[in-house]
């Protein structure tokens, strides 16, 4: 089993929607980071967090440190928001991270 | 201040030759990791750095892979005698001063193996 895992796999959506991204994770972490990666394979990050909830305009993440559980909620998803989202864990001090397979989204317009 | 940068960003070598990848981290970045993303499969980490150090290469196939970053110039990834194996993008990311701060990618590095 890995250690990091997200759900689902492949997301479809219609442009408006609003799509919730799920990741769970097995192990003790210090930080949760969510990323995005481009068709073109770039990859950004989008949050870090340890605790509660981050927003960043459209991008809703939350994480349960107690049920070892993070989500991404994009509100009002575009065709621009298609990617690949990939979840990621960072244990101990020294901060290499562990990732999920990440989930490919497409939004139709 | 500008991005992580990496070079090149397309390298294709034959099976036997030496590839070397570059990384310029973030400007005040001290920290350096390294990840790799076989075709069709996630990201996994390699190695990670501070300048002049290898704090944990757990990561990184213990034949013909190295890593270094010097006090002065890029982290370099180096891979001896290459096989089609070690076809990949190759990404490095950089942090500021505390290990536990968000990374920043670069652009990768897509590595072909004929």
């Known amino acids: 089993k890995n250690e990091v895992e997200q759900s689902p796999q492949n997301l479809t959506a219609q442009e408006g929607e609003f799509i919730t991204i799920n990741c769970s994770y097995s192990?003790?972490?210090?930080?949760l980071h969510w990323l995005q990666q481009h068709p073109g394979g770039g990859i950004v990050s989008l949050f870090m967090?340890?605790?509660g909830k981050k927003k960043h305009g459209r991008l809703i993440a939350t994480i349960n440190i107690q049920e070892k559980h993070s989500s991404l909620h994009i509100t009002a998803s575009h065709p621009r928001d298609s990617a690949v989202y990939i979840c990621?864990?960072?244990?101990?001090?020294?901060?290499?991270?562990?990732f999920g397979k990440g989930t490919k989204l497409s939004v139709k317009p | 201040n500008a991005g992580v940068m990496q070079n090149p960003r397309h390298l294709v070598r034959r099976r036997g030759q030496e590839a070397r990848l570059r990384c310029s981290p973030m400007?005040?970045?001290?920290?350096v990791y390294w990840y790799r993303q076989l075709p069709e499969e996630g990201l996994k980490f390699m190695v990670y750095?501070?300048?002049?150090?290898?704090?944990?290469e757990s990561g990184m196939p213990k034949e013909r892979f190295s890593a270094e970053f010097p006090k002065e110039g890029p982290s370099i990834l180096r891979i001896q005698q290459v096989v089609r194996g070690d076809s990949a993008a190759y990404f490095c990311?950089?942090?500021?001063?505390?290990?536990?701060?968000?990374?920043?990618f670069g652009p990768g590095t897509r590595l072909t193996v004929l």
């Open positions: 990311a950089s942090s500021p001063t505390l290990a536990r701060d968000t990374q920043y």
């Open positions: 192990v003790g972490i210090s930080a």
């Open positions: 967090l340890s605790s």
């Open positions: 990621a864990v960072s244990r101990g001090s020294q901060g290499n991270l562990i």
């Open positions: 400007k005040g970045h001290s920290h």
């Open positions: 750095l501070q300048k002049e150090n290898i704090i944990d």
